[in-house]
T-cell receptor
Framework: AQSVAQPEDQVNVAEGNPLTVKCTYS??????LFWYVQYPNRGLQFLLK??????LVKGSYGFEAEFNKSQTSFHLKKPSALVSDSALYFC????????????FGSGTKLNVKP | DTAVSQTPKYLVTQMGNDKSIKCEQN?????MYWYKQDSKKFLKIMFS???????INETVPNRFSPKSPDKAHLNLHINSLELGDSAVYFC??????????????????FGPGTRLTVL
């Protein structure tokens, strides 16, 4: 069965330090992987996606994510965190056989402290 | 310009009432979705429509009925509201380009959400 796991409910980082938000997935066929960010009282905003090609994907606001097929992971990273990055981050996956169906992780709350 | 819009933003109502949430997208997308986000922020798909045709209907009570009058609109009607229906409901849209075995897929764009509170 398709699924997404975000093992950390919360990640705390000091401003200026690198951040990682973890995501692992399970799908049949090739995975299509996405990261979204949700600010308080707002809808989800697209950050980046992996469909095919280079394993390192660059997205909005300086974020990037690395697709690792052997570890079935798609961790979100940023070299230097900003306080304004504090938000809820969702990893999502869909497989090549179910175009209309996204599976979202449970979300990880990122807290960046000054 | 708003890409995906929902109305109302907040909805407070009594148990047993019937209510509707409207969603419109001006992106020219052919697929629209409804998601429910519970109090723990868990996000779950409810429905998906492609070109006005129902594609996905997850295990959602029959009290929830989506209606798509055209490709740009997907409304959600809820009958006999219950306390457990309290949540934030998000509409989303995407342009699907099924590529056969290659499976080309595109990004979903979300509306701002409708916070439903059932008293």
């Amino acid at each position: 069965a398709q699924s997404v796991a975000q093992p950390e409910d919360q990640v705390n980082v000091a401003e200026g330090n690198p951040l990682t938000v973890k995501c692992t997935y399970s799908v049949s066929g090739n995975p299509y992987l996405f990261w979204y960010v949700q600010y308080p009282n707002r809808g989800l905003q697209f950050l980046l996606k992996y469909i095919t090609g280079d394993n390192l994907v660059k997205g909005s606001y300086g974020f990037e994510a690395e697709f690792n097929k052997s570890q079935t992971s798609f961790h979100l990273k940023k070299p230097s965190a900003l306080v304004s990055d504090s938000a809820l981050y969702f990893c999502a996956v869909r497989d090549q056989y179910n175009f209309n169906k996204f599976y979202f992780g449970s979300g990880t709350k990122l807290n960046v402290k000054p | 310009d708003t890409a995906v819009s929902q109305t109302p933003k907040y909805l407070v109502t009594q148990m047993g009432n019937d209510k509707s949430i409207k969603c419109e997208q001006n992106l020219g997308h052919d697929t629209m979705y409804w998601y429910k986000q519970d109090s723990k922020k868990f996000l779950k798909i409810m429905f998906s429509y492609n070109n006005k045709e129902l594609i996905i209907n997850e295990t959602v009570p029959n009290r929830f009925s989506p209606k798509s009058p055209d490709k740009a609109h997907l409304n959600l009607h809820i009958n006999s509201l219950e306390l457990g229906d309290s949540a934030v409901y998000f509409c989303a849209s995407s342009q699907e380009r099924p590529g056969g075995t290659s499976g080309i897929t595109d990004t979903q764009y979300f509306g701002p959400g409708t916070r439903l509170t059932v008293l």
